[in-house]
Nanobody, 123 residues
Framework: QVQLVESGGGLVQAGGSLRLSCAAS????????MGWFRQAPGKEREIVAA????????WYRDSVKGRFTISRDNAKNTVYLQMNSLKPEDTAVYYC????????????????WGQGTQVTVSS
């Protein structure tokens, strides 16, 4: 069982930055690939970024490439999402999730989810 708690969301103007954090309560954090997802009102949840167990492999959806960076600190059981050059279309609830696979961009493989944190980007 893995419990995930996100933090760092908020209201920011377009062009601004936010850093999301996700703390995991597990002794086996390195057994999980981690991902960040988002869901805007009226839309399906989508994957934003993913990182492998060791952090050596990362993936980003095209719309955030070059603006967002996913990273993890396995000593702190924490995964981060640095978001720069934010756009109004980035507005959503952001979730972190854990998958038992080494690395995954398949939402169906993520079994553990945080409660989400709201990110609102004003124009």
């Amino acid at each position: 069982q893995v419990q995930l708690v996100e933090s760092g969301g908020g209201l920011v103007q377009a062009g601004g930055s936010l850093r999301l954090s996700c703390a995991a309560s597990t002794r086996t954090f390195t057994n999980y690939a981690m991902g960040w997802f988002r869901q805007a009102p009226g839309k399906e949840r989508e994957i934003v970024a993913a990182i492998s167990r060791g952090g050596g492999i990362t993936w980003y959806r095209d719309s955030v490439k070059g603006r967002f960076t996913i990273s993890r600190d396995n000593a702190k059981n924490t995964v981060y999402l640095q978001m720069n050059s934010l756009k109004p279309e980035d507005t959503a609830v952001y979730y972190c999730a854990a998958s038992g696979q080494y690395y995954s961009v398949n939402i169906g493989s993520y079994a553990y989810w945080g409660q989400g944190t709201q990110v609102t980007v004003s124009s």
